[in-house]
């Protein structure tokens, strides 16, 4: 049905192709593997192909009332594999976007496929919930990780894998400082991830861990990391640059900038140009963030709020630019007077 373009092969010679809105997998060994997926979920002992596919609004219009599990099914049929034998992934991030990272030590390979968008459903374990299931709800991946390695894993390693991804992914989010749409905390993952993880179930390197104090471990975290940070650029721009922004930072502690303009008694368009400006420099990105550092601290009960609020002060004095240092002291005042 498409023309398939092979973007990249394993050691074990297991091929990445990239079609019109799936990314495919036919794996050339056995596998035995852990998934999320509704199609073949949990631990199976013979998987040979997963796909992570992008759903268009007509796909997902169709999916509202249809069954997730038969239209994995019928993907399959369209991609000409095997139900029986495959699992997939479902989200919103465009195929285009997907980021490939493999890593090696000696014998031990592997890689990570994923695919990112964290704009809109970003969340942080604990968060308030968006929705209750009840009978079996619709939701679809955003941050989607696929990982493959050429050794063999038991169940035990699988799950401890599992574990180590998750953690990975979270660290990626940490690292770019990803707010929480629900919260004032930083992201953990979306709401609607997706994950699967496959072993060579042919090797004769059978590894017992795949925490984070093995070899193995340190692979799949590194993949991951450099993956998913890679995937979210590409495919809604967030980027270690982009983050360093005043502004950006402390849109984690929203508030209604408005409502804030309405307060100035200057000329507000040379203050918001001037405010731009001043938001991308390095000294005001760092007070900043030591500031909003202090309404974490208060959050979590680690700090007194009137110790946190006066050196909040202090820190924002410090500042010299005029429209930051306005700025820093709104939000100071709303969030912990």
């Given at each position: ?249 402390l849109n984690r502690y929203k508030l209604d900038i408005n ?79």
């Amino acid at each position: 049905m498409y023309s398939n373009r092979l973007i990249f092969k394993t050691s074990n010679d297991d091929e990445i192709f990239y079609l019109k809105d799936t990314i495919l997998i036919n794996f050339t060994v056995n596998r035995n593997g852990i998934s999320t997926s509704q199609l073949n979920p949990g631990t199976n002992e013979l998987y040979k192909s997963v796909f992570n596919h992008h759903l268009s609004q007509e796909k997902i219009d169709y999916l509202e009332n249809h069954d997730v599990y038969e239209y994995l099914t019928n993907e399959c049929d369209l991609l000409g594999i095997d139900s029986k034998y495959s699992t997939g992934l479902i989200t919103l991030a465009e195929m285009k976007n997907v980021s490939i990272i493999n890593k090696r030590f000696k014998n031990i390979e592997v890689t990570a496929i994923v695919t990112a968008g964290v704009r809109t459903n970003a969340s942080r374990a604990g968060d308030p919930a968006s929705y209750w299931e009840h009978n079996g709800e619709f939701q679809f991946g955003t941050v989607n990780i696929i990982l493959l390695t050429n050794v063999k894993l038991e169940k035990s390693a699988l799950t401890e894998a599992f574990m180590t991804v998750t953690e990975a992914k979270t660290v990626a989010l940490n690292n770019l400082k990803i707010p929480s749409q629900y919260s004032n905390g930083y992201a953990t993952g979306t709401g609607t991830d997706g994950v699967a993880i496959f072993s060579n179930a042919e090797s004769d390197n059978i590894l017992t861990n795949a925490g984070k104090h093995s070899k193995l471990g340190e692979l799949i975290g590194k993949s991951v990391i450099e993956a998913v940070t890679e995937a979210i650029g590409k495919q809604v721009w967030l980027t270690s640059k982009s983050q360093s922004n005043v502004l950006i930072r402390l849109n984690r502690y929203k508030l209604d900038i408005n409502t804030f303009y309405d307060t100035l008694d200057c000329n507000k368009q040379e203050f918001i140009r001037q405010l731009q400006n001043d938001s991308k420099k390095q000294d005001n990105v760092a007070i900043a963030t030591s500031v909003l550092n202090l309404f974490d601290e208060v959050e979590n009960n680690l700090i007194q709020k009137q110790v946190a609020y006066d050196l909040a002060m202090e820190l924002k004095e410090k500042c010299n630019s005029y429209p930051i240092k306005k700025l820093l002291g709104y939000w100071i005042n709303y969030f912990i007077r």
